[in-house]
């Protein structure tokens, strides 16, 4: 079963700045829309940004400035660069994509288990 594996949460002050990333677990043959998606807790889930594969970006409109969406097509790895951090940036970041897992199958939504940020003094 492919997942998405993410990496690069964890604890930081406020003002400061972490990258997360995110790759499929095995080979993929085609990947689409890519994107970061957030629960703070008691929330409900909602849009970070999100990466076509030609690069468009949409963001959030708290995330503007702030935040950058990227990815490596050669990697499948899609990345989110976050700075000025602040206490409401607190949340479960998940990894969203839209993948064909091989030549034949579909496209469908892939979601990974989600990294935990936590901006703290």
């Known amino acids: 079963q492919v997942q998405l594996v993410e990496s690069g949460g964890g604890l930081v002050q406020p003002g400061g700045s972490l990258r997360l990333s995110c790759a499929p677990s095995?080979?993929?043959?085609?990947?689409?829309?890519m994107g970061w998606y957030r629960r703070a807790p008691g929330k409900q889930r909602t849009l970070v940004a999100t990466?076509?594969?030609?690069?468009?970006?949409n963001y959030a409109d708290s995330m503007k400035g702030r935040f950058t969406i990227s990815r490596d097509n050669a990697k499948n790895t899609v990345y989110l660069q976050m700075t000025s951090l602040n206490v409401g940036d607190t949340a479960v970041y998940s990894c969203y994509a839209v993948m064909k897992v091989t030549t034949i199958s579909p496209p469908r939504d892939f979601w990974g288990q989600g990294t935990q940020v936590t901006v703290s003094s």
């Open positions: 095995e080979n993929i043959f085609i990947i689409n829309a």
């Open positions: 990466i076509t594969s030609s690069g468009s970006t």
